[in-house]
Each structure stands twice: as structure tokens, then as C-alpha cells.
């Protein structure tokens, strides 16, 4: 890749992992059709080609078995990279995640460290089939010893995967597998920032939204819809949901005055709830309005043909702005 190059977050993710690879042999990448098929969105394409079967393995069709191999893999020495086919596909790996990926540094007093990242393709947008389109993040981030984050555009998901695998810790790295192939962005020429840092992408004095992932994009959308309006809406890339940087979202908020978090995930016990509940402790006497939350509805995620219905598109956010903007 050469620096400054555009590149889809798909490519920028292939890029992301052959550059590690290349840096450090002990890197390995695991999954289900990662090989010879080089995954259903192609995001690992050409890499078995390229490194070989014994460090690109195509797996059986067995989460936990894979992710259980992970740790094993990472217990001698090497930093595994795994492929979650389809989102809702984790949860028959969830027990070796939460158990045992997330708590083995604690339980071995320090002296044991688990540098395996998990890579989920997550949330909808993709007209698929139920278990294909969820959101569990808020699952993960729950879960004390597993750092969970989620690029939104291509240079982040370069080098936040980069981060992610250098780190000693596990990280969950949910990928917005609607924005796979967009328009390709200018990867940055060196390290954006810290990899659990939160960036403010659009100034404003109003209003402040904050997103991650896939909605990031919808809560541009809305500021520049609402600026049509005289509206000075900020906007916030959270980049992380586990840590969650509450001190780039309060110096917003004290600016502003008025909060509104977007995620496709469900509102109910979503991760918008952790920050509303934690701004309003942090910022009751900044306040001009509650923090609302804009999201999916509690329940299972629909149809294909009706995703659109159940999404926080651009039409839920802006009401949102609305009805805090109200007070």
C-alpha cells in the first residue's frame, strides 16, 4: 500500500493484514472460506496465495473450535486474527470468548497474555438473511478483559486493525460490512491516533452526535442536513465501545449542551445507554436537554425487505436532533 492511497475499508483491511504478516511471521489469520476463497466479502483475498496454508487456514465450520485453537495458538507465542464469517454466527464461540479469551490474563495474575484479535463483519445494510445483519457489540463490551472497537472509514480501519493486532490484550474489531465496498478514502500516512481515542470529524455548537461504525455516516448526513436549517451540529466518531472515551464526549458536551448517540444496535441495554448514563453523571449542569438514543428496536432482527424500517436512517436521527433541540 502506498501512503495516501484510497482504498475501500475492504481493501484497507487486506492491506492492514498483509502488512502485519509481513512484519512479524508469528501473525496468523483463521477462519471459515478465509483461504482459497479468501472470505464471502473478499476481504482476505490473495493473502493464502501470497503466506502460504500453515499461516492463512481455512477452518472447519466450528466457532468455538476456532477461536479455542486461537487461544491455544496465542498461549505459544503467536497473535492469531480471526474471521466471524457473519455476525451472529460468534455466539456458539461466545463461551471461549468470555471465558476464557477475556479472563485468562486476570486469572494467570498478568503473567499470561492472549494478543488475539477477532474480526466480526457486523449490522446490517445488506439485504441478508436473519444471523446475518446483527449487532452484538454491546455483548462483548459488557464483558471485562475484551477491548472491543469499530472503524467507520477506510484509514481507521487500516490502522486500528494494525493497532489491534500489536496489542497484548484480545480485541473485538467489529467491521461494518455495509460499508465494505464503498467509495475508496485516503488511508493517512502514519498512525491517526491512539487506537481507543474518539475524534471529532464536524464541529458544532448545538447539538452533539455521537457514533461508531456503520452510523457514523448517517450522523454526517444529519448535521449536513440540519445545517440547511442553521443548525451547528458536532459530530463524534466513538472509534471504541470498549473503553469508551467519556472525556472526548464530555468536552463536546460541555460545548454543546445536548447529546444524541446513534447505533444500529438495539436501543434497549445498547451501548448508548452506558454513554447517556455516564455523560448525564459527568455533565448534569451542562445539560440543556437528556441524552437520547436513536437505534434498532428490541427485537429480532427482520426481513430483508423490511431492514430499512428497523435501521437508524438519516429521517430517525434528524428526529432525534429534533426532540433534543426541542427543550
Not at 237 to 253: A, K
Amino acid at each position: 500500500m502506498a501512503p495516501g492511497e484510497k482504498l475501500p475499508i475492504a481493501k484497507a483491511i487486506n492491506s492492514s493484514l498483509r502488512t502485519a504478516m509481513e512484519n512479524d511471521p508469528k501473525v496468523l489469520i483463521m477462519g471459515e472460506d478465509v483461504g482459497k476463497l479468501g472470505g464471502v466479502f473478499r476481504v482476505t483475498d490473495g493473502l493464502q496465495k501470497d503466506f502460504g496454508e500453515d499461516r492463512v487456514i481455512d477452518t472447519p465450520l466450528a466457532e468455538s473450535g476456532i477461536v479455542g485453537t486461537a487461544i491455544g495458538l496465542a498461549l505459544r507465542g503467536y497473535r492469531p486474527v480471526v474471521e466471524i464469517q457473519f455476525d451472529g454466527f460468534v455466539f456458539p464461540a461466545y463461551d471461549q470468548i468470555v471465558t476464557q479469551l477475556a479472563k485468562m490474563h486476570a486469572r494467570a495474575l498478568g503473567k499470561i497474555k492472549l494478543p488475539v484479535v477477532i474480526r466480526i463483519p457486523y449490522a446490517g445494510g445488506i439485504g441478508a438473511v436473519e444471523h446475518h445483519s446483527e449487532s452484538p457489540e454491546a455483548l462483548f463490551a459488557h464483558v471485562a478483559g475484551l477491548k472491543c472497537v469499530s472503524p467507520a472509514n477506510s484509514s481507521d480501519a487500516y490502522w486500528m486493525l494494525r493497532q489491534a493486532i500489536e496489542c497484548d490484550d484480545p480485541v473485538i474489531f467489529f467491521e461494518p460490512k455495509s460499508r465494505y465496498w464503498g467509495k475508496g478514502e485516503e488511508i493517512s500516512r502514519g498512525v491517526p491516533g491512539p487506537l481507543h481515542q474518539a475524534r471529532v470529524i464536524r464541529e458544532g455548537t448545538d447539538l452533539t452526535i455521537a457514533a461508531y461504525g456503520p452510523t457514523v455516516r448517517t450522523a454526517l448526513q444529519a448535521a449536513e442536513a440540519s445545517a440547511e436549517e442553521g443548525r451547528s451540529i458536532e459530530v463524534l466518531d466513538l472509534r471504541t465501545i470498549s473503553p469508551i472515551d467519556f472525556d472526548t464526549i464530555q468536552r463536546s458536551v460541555e460545548k454543546t449542551g445536548r447529546l444524541v448517540v446513534v447505533h444500529e444496535a438495539p436501543v434497549f441495554f445498547g451501548s448508548g445507554a452506558e454513554v447517556a448514563a455516564r455523560i448525564t453523571e459527568r455533565c448534569f449542569y451542562h445539560l440543556e436537554a437528556p441524552v437520547l438514543r436513536v437505534g434498532g428496536f428490541h427485537a429480532p432482527y427482520p426481513p430483508a425487505r423490511v431492514e430499512e424500517e428497523y435501521l437508524p436512517g438519516l429521517d430517525r436521527v434528524l428526529d432525534g436532533v429534533d426532540r433534543a433541540l426541542a427543550y
